[in-house]
């Protein structure tokens, strides 16, 4: 059964520090993992998706890595801002079988203080 | 459209009424999900509908919920007879395919009042 798990819980930083956030997963047999920002009683935007073949994908200040053996994903937030503020979850699709669905982490509440 | 539409952004409803919510997806995404979140909760998965393939209603919570698809684009989930406990905010994301980038709306908060 395909569980995922995000350390930490939340983090506190001052702006300018760069970051990385965790995210575990039990079943390595991934197609691919996603990241996204939710900010705020807000929807979830897309930060990056990372196929299982690749081990790693950036975009802009965000680099995200993947270790499909190790079952572990690390997103790296370089030179953080307070626009960064924002709770951070991974997900990876559920793989085989009929069910259809994304497995979720709690996330990482992140503030970054000016 | 550009993104993944909700609507209504929000709602409040009194207890034992029936609500519709609505998403449009992007155009051309095959795949279309419903999630909800309760306050300080994560994600529940609600139901999955993949082009004119039998849905994936395994995360539906009880007969109360249905959803449907109408010609492979816009997607309407009903709650009937609300709870309290449906109060939550709903979800909708849509891909090209299951395996593929999935892109969110800006959810519906439903209040029950």
């Known amino acids: 059964k395909q569980e995922v798990t995000q350390i930490p819980a939340a983090l506190s930083v001052p702006e300018g520090e760069n970051l990385v956030l965790n995210c575990s997963f039990t079943?390595?047999?991934?197609?691919?993992l996603q990241w996204f920002r939710q900010d705020p009683g807000k929807g979830l935007t897309s930060l990056l998706l990372?196929?299982?073949s690749q081990r790693e994908q950036t975009s802009g200040r965000l680099n995200a890595s993947l270790d499909k053996s190790s079952g572990r994903s690390t997103l790296y937030i370089a030179a953080s801002q307070p626009g960064d503020s924002a709770t951070y979850l991974c997900a990876v699709p559920l793989a085989g079988g009929n069910n259809r669905k994304l497995i979720w982490g709690l996330g990482t509440s992140l503030a970054v203080n000016p | 459209g550009a993104g993944v539409s909700q609507s209504p952004s929000n709602k409040v409803t009194e207890k034992g009424k029936d609500v519709e919510l609505r998403c449009d997806p992007i155009?051309?995404?095959?795949?279309l999900y419903w999630y909800r979140q309760s306050l300080g909760q994560g994600l529940e998965f609600l139901i999955y509908?993949?082009?004119?393939?039998?849905?994936?209603k395994s995360g539906l919570p009880s007969d109360r919920f249905s959803a449907e698809r109408t010609g492979g684009s816009v997607s309407t989930l009903t709650i009937q007879r609300t709870q309290q406990e449906d109060s939550a905010v709903y979800l909708c994301?849509?891909?090209?395919?299951?395996?593929?980038?999935?892109?969110f709306g800006q959810g519906t908060r439903l209040t029950v009042v």
């Open positions: 509908f993949q082009g004119n393939s039998a849905p994936d």
């Open positions: 994301a849509s891909s090209l395919e299951y395996y593929t980038e999935a892109f």
């Open positions: 079943d390595s047999a991934i197609y691919n």
């Open positions: 155009s051309g995404h095959t795949a």
């Open positions: 990372i196929q299982s």
